[in-house]
């Protein structure tokens, strides 16, 4: 293999993508271990590196005596084609080794634009694409991440699903798999067993039916597969796993920083955001621990940004003795502290003023709507007020670039509310001319709604593509004519992969011919702008007989039978069904952290409750 690739990497884009040895890379013995796992991301290395969740996998499983955890991305198109002219299995990193070689492939599903690079991926490695077809000889092959909360389009090609957290969940998977093969479990003995662990799913243990109208119309699962398949998720942040010495890579990967994951969920309640309905509860890690484990990623990486994430960083409730805990130790060591992104009406000018001190970029700020009465529909919480509160307090501070993030295609939306987003930009842009006395710079990303399962929204159609494109083509005509606007940046996501993402979103297991016929076709990376081929996806719908309309831009009603209704992430659906009613009627729903209970289950189902890093609040339950 190592002669094969030696000829290869000078003849491929960034052969740093496939060498090994980073700093921090783990290398453990093969044979000194009884669970080898390989962690795949199904995009490039540069993307892959930056995922924080296959940093702490790779060192719980690391950790462990008996096990070794390796990595694996998914090759260019050219590397690919380099690969199967040679007859090069796709293999991982540190050990060199064939990915068929491994007993588990955990493979990360981060959204739907990866599905056709999931194929690459299997096949590269030389297992058949479905489950079905695989025997003893293969390893099994685990996908995790939050995709997970429908899994059905990918369901025939994976053996097991982990729904929710992995940190404790990956132990109990490898101690399962160990003791399944010290029975002489044969593999579908070795699936009925794995799924015995809490939040695992196994496809083959689920027969769907369909009714005459094409939906379904049952999810029934084998003697002794649980009904319902509820997330795992970690209760203690200060007590749970982190990697403190994460793989440095030799190129430069997308988020090259330090990634100080200071809290999990969001109780916000945005009716159009999957993250924030699957990752509930909040739970924050304290002060003390978040400046341990910053010291000891300074120490181990040698950067010089420290990126503090979460869903809505501003909201964790120590951020300002937290931001000046870290400027404090480390702006004499010209180490920066960031927000990725910033809830408006969270922000402030202490907070302002605190970040400037050791950040030079822009901030970034995501109102969603370009009007109140829209704001109010999708639950964003967020007023007039605050934009201009927060964004002058960013001016006054002295910062003159802002990234605003908007949403076109969400329920009820007019084209007053689509010239809403230019005219709000319009106001931030005066506002910062007048305390700066000169003009500021305001980056503006419009993307488009797609429906996602779990959340209030879920059962609406998505507009179609005239229509997201006739009120794309109405905000770039006033972005352009406006010469008030010509300090603003205006950028928008291609509407096309937005219409796959609505298809593959909320699919049912009979996607999985569409997916595998546009990977045949040649589709690959269909993130990226100039591979995409919303051409041939249209082909493969078409040869499988299935129409984009039903899975898209149809209404679905509370009684259906959703593909995804045996997976929960604790969130009640009567929660959800009353959410959707508050958005039709323009009803606002209060934060739980700041107001009462709002009975969403979550917390119930899961034995959990909010943690918060300044103590537990008093939330009052609904009677």
């Known amino acids: 293999m190592q002669d094969k ?39 490039i290395y540069e993307v892959g590196e930056s995922y924080l969740g296959l940093k702490i996998l790779y060192n719980i499983v690391n950790s462990r005596a008996d096990a070794l955890a390796d990595r694996a991305y998914a090759p260019w198109p050219d590397m690919e084609a380099e690969m199967r002219a040679e007859g090069l299995p796709l293999f991982a990193l540190e050990s060199r080794r064939p990915l068929a070689d491994f007993d588990l492939l955990g493979i990360t ?113 084998e003697k002794g597969a649980p009904a319902r398949v509820l997330k795992r998720i970690v209760l203690d942040l200060d007590n749970a796993p982190f990697s403190t010495a994460p793989v440095v890579p030799y190129i430069e990967a997308v988020h090259d920083r330090i990634t100080l994951e200071i809290m999990r969920g969001c109780s916000r309640g945005c009716r159009f955001c999957h993250a924030g309905m699957v990752y509930r509860p909040v739970r924050e890690r304290s002060v003390d621990t978040l400046v341990k484990l910053a010291e000891r990623l300074v120490c181990s990486t040698g950067y010089d940004e420290i990126s503090l994430v979460s869903l809505s960083s501003a909201d964790y409730s120590c951020i300002g003795p937290l931001v000046e805990e870290l400027r404090q130790r480390f702006e004499a060591k010209g180490i920066n502290i960031s927000l990725p992104s910033l809830r408006i009406d969270s922000f402030s000018v202490d907070l302002a003023q605190g970040l400037k001190a050791v950040r030079k970029a822009g901030l970034t700020f995501a109102p969603e709507a370009g009007t109140q009465r829209l704001r109010n ?26 990234k605003l993030y908007f949403m076109i295609g969400l329920p009820t939306e007019t084209d007053d509310d689509v010239r809403g987003i230019a005219d709000t930009t319009r106001e931030l842009l005066q506002l910062g001319r007048r305390i700066t006395g000169k003009a500021v710079r305001i980056n503006v990303s419009v993307s488009s709604f797609v429906p996602k399962p779990g959340t209030p929204f879920q059962w609406h159609p998505q507009i179609d593509e005239a229509a997201l494109l006739a009120r794309q083509g109405l905000l770039k005509g006033l972005f352009f004519r406006d010469r008030a ?66 899975y898209r831009s149809r209404s679905r009603s509370y009684d259906e039978v959703l593909p995804w209704d045996h997976i929960s992430s604790g969130v009640d659906k009567c929660f959800l069904i009353h959410e959707d ?31 918060l890093a300044g103590g537990d609040i008093d939330v009052p339950s609904e009677s």
Not at 394 to 401: M, V
Not at 582 to 606: K, N, S, Y
């Open 5 to 43: 690739l030696r000829c290869i990497l000078p003849r491929v884009q960034k052969p740093g993508r496939y060498t090994d040895a980073e700093w921090n890379a783990a290398c453990k013995d093969w044979d000194m271990v009884t669970a080898r796992v390989a962690l795949v991301y199904p995009d």
């Open 109 to 221: 599903i981060q959204h739907e634009l990866t599905y056709a690079n999931i194929l690459t991926v299997l096949d590269l490695a030389g297992l058949p694409l479905r489950s079905a077809g695989r025997g003893p000889e293969h390893p099994l092959v685990l996908g995790g991440g939050p995709s997970t909360y429908n899994p059905e389009p990918l369901a025939e090609f994976f053996d097991l699903f982990l729904v929710g957290e992995g940190e404790e969940a990956i132990g109990e998977i490898l101690d399962a798999l160990a003791e399944g093969r010290r029975q002489g479990l044969d593999r579908p003995a070795l699936l009925r067993y794995l799924a015995g662990v809490p939040g695992v799913y196994a496809p083959s243990l689920y027969r769907v039916d369909y009714a005459a109208n094409g939906t379904v119309a049952a999810v029934t699962p």
């Open 377 to 402: 529909v999708i639950n964003k919480n967020v007023t007039h007020e605050d934009m201009l509160t927060a964004a002058g307090a960013a001016f006054s501070a002295g910062w003159d670039l802002i």
């Open 485 to 550: 606007l010509r300090w603003a940046k205006l950028s928008w996501h291609d509407p096309c992969t937005s219409m796959l993402e609505g298809i593959l979103s909320r699919g049912d297991r009979r996607l999985a011919a569409v997916i595998e016929t546009a990977w045949r076709l040649g589709c690959r990376f269909d993130a990226w702008s100039e591979l995409f081929r919303w051409d041939l996806w249209q082909q493969a719908m078409s040869e499988c007989g299935l129409g984009a309309g039903f």
């Open 581 to 611: 009613e508050a958005a039709r009627q323009g009803r606002v729903t209060e934060d739980c952290r700041r107001g009462r209970c709002t009975t969403c289950g979550v917390c119930p189902a899961l034995g959990g409750r909010v943690t």
